[in-house]
């Protein structure tokens, strides 16, 4: 009967962690589709413009012409985002072969905001075909998750860096910043649900945890480095997934 119970609770609990996973991506890429509709919003009141002067001008079928080029350039531009943003929501059955550096720009243009508000400093180093074979939601979800983190941690007019490059078969992205640190007594303890140091803050202890499960659905890795001394305090997470080798880019 106890055995019966504990398999029930344990199926129970899986269920729970898989749900909270996906609705953690789904917010993720809404928080994406949000920053994106200020992307949408100056070429719709482009065309909102250009269509008024193709008005006005309706006798002069030269202007007319240029209107219609200029409009159809905003439209190219409005098809481009739409695009690529459903993409990214989408949710996959299956990994597919992604540029990972298309996803962390992704994911900071979901905190430019935040970012542009503490004044932090952004340091990108970006490679091209840096491509892994993931689940597009999923690994957007964690680099996000790791900004959250940087810019809970970073002071006002900090610094953050953002790497995404090749090395030795795979494809490491690194999220820095020159926050608090995290002192020693912790560090073991990071990666477990609800654990949190910023409770007062609106921290849910989730955000790691679920990086980490994901992360280890990939068959990647991901290692921390951190110091709390004064004037060098930082913290460092490498996440490290499989390479796609000779792999073309999934459209998105």
């Known amino acids: 009967m106890e055995e019966s119970t504990s398999t029930h609770l344990a199926e129970q609990v899986a269920y729970l962690s898989e749900a909270l996973r996906r609705a953690e991506e789904r917010a993720t890429t809404g928080q994406l589709a949000l920053e994106v509709m200020h992307e ?27 209107y219609m080029e200029m409009a159809e350039e905003q439209m190219a531009t409005l098809r481009h985002v ?14 597919k072969p992604v540029d990972v550096t298309m996803l ?18 952004l340091v990108k180093e970006m490679t091209e075909g840096a491509v892994a074979e993931v689940y597009t939601g999923e690994i957007l979800q964690v680099i996000s998750n790791l900004l959250v983190n940087a810019l809970e941690a970073v002071p006002p007019h900090g610094v953050l860096h953002v790497r995404v490059k090749r090395r030795n078969g ?7 910043d020159n926050g608090h640190g995290i002192p020693a007594e912790h560090i073991e303890a990071i990666y477990e649900p609800f654990f949190t140091t910023r409770a007062d803050n609106g921290g849910t202890g ?47």
């Open 170 to 176: 795979e494809v490491d992205v690194v999220v820095a």
């Open 206 to 252: 989730l955000g790691l945890a679920l990086t980490k499960k994901i992360i280890d659905r990939h068959g990647g890795r991901i290692r921390v480095r951190t110091s709390v001394r004064p004037g060098k305090s930082g913290t460092m997470f490498r996440v490290s997934l499989p390479l796609k080798n000779g792999g073309k880019t999934a459209a998105i």
């Open 82 to 95: 739409a695009s690529h943003t459903l993409g990214l929501a989408r949710t996959s059955p299956a990994p």
């Open 40 to 66: 949408v919003k100056n070429p719709l009141e482009a065309l909102g413009h250009l269509t008024y002067l193709a008005r006005i001008d309706a006798d002069d079928p030269g202007k007319v012409r240029k």
């Open 104 to 121: 962390a720009e992704a994911a900071l243009r979901i905190h430019q905001r935040r970012m542009d508000e503490r004044h932090v400093t």
